[in-house]
């Protein structure tokens, strides 16, 4: 089976830079995906990692290391838009499993 | 512009009444899904399918059906069997393998309510 953990709730000040962890148990394993979703929303994608290291996608970075079964979201220059709950997703074939979400609160 | 499209936005269902989600996709993809939310519970899959006339159940698939007759179109009764059944439900869909299989799209989502 698969299973994803991270933290339930993040604060952070505008314009900082925060970090969302996602550790996996994952019996097989192809990548790591990430999305954001706003209160009453839908969620929407963000990244992929299917190989390790850093993926930068303007303020927004993830990172995977496979041998830890580790990954982050690293959003930078946060502005009060950023406030939404984040989920991490893993894949093995299809379909994808996710995390519980982050709860992530942007304040001034 | 290309996307998923559910409905009702917002559906109320009194106990022991089946209700029906519509999903529709115009994005030519193969795979489509449907999740359910629940408050700090994340996306729980219900059912999904990869291809036409083939579905597979999902982690939480009892008290709920599904058909898939056209690529796409993937509607979900939620049936008076499934015993909680207020939830958001959310509708996706893929494209085809490497990084378009890890890509979900999201419909706007249903949110039902039982009376």
């Known amino acids: 089976g698969q299973s994803l953990e991270q933290p339930s709730e993040v604060t952070a000040v505008e314009g900082a830079i925060v970090q969302i962890n996602c550790t996996y148990q994952?019996?097989?394993?192809?990548?790591l995906s990430w999305y954001q979703q706003h209160d009453g929303g839908a969620p929407t994608f963000l990244s992929y990692?299917?190989?390790?290291g850093l993926e930068e996608t303007g303020r927004f970075s993830s990172f995977l290391s496979r041998s830890d079964s580790y990954g982050y979201l690293l959003l930078q220059e946060l502005q009060m838009k950023d406030s939404a709950s984040y989920f991490c997703a893993s894949s093995k074939d299809t379909p994808l499993v996710f995390g519980k979400g982050t709860r992530l609160s942007v304040i001034a | 512009d290309g996307g998923i499209t559910q409905s009702p936005k917002y559906l109320f269902r009194k106990e022991g009444q089946n209700v029906t989600l519509s999903c529709e996709q115009n994005?030519?993809?193969?795979?489509m899904y449907w999740y359910r939310q629940d408050p700090g519970q994340g996306l729980r899959l219900i059912y999904y399918s990869q291809i036409v006339n083939d579905f597979q159940k999902g982690d939480i698939a009892e008290g709920y059906s599904v058909s898939r007759e056209k690529k796409e179109s993937f509607p979900l009764t939620v049936t008076s069997a499934q015993k909680n059944p207020t939830a958001f439900y959310l509708c996706?869909?893929?494209?085809?393998?490497?990084?378009?299989?890890?890509?979900?799209?999201f419909g706007a989502g249903s949110r039902l309510t039982v009376l």
């Open positions: 996706a869909s893929t494209g085809q393998g490497g990084r378009g299989a890890n890509v979900l799209t």
């Open positions: 994005l030519n993809h193969d795979a």
């Open positions: 994952t019996s097989g394993f192809y990548g």
């Open positions: 990692n299917a190989l390790d």
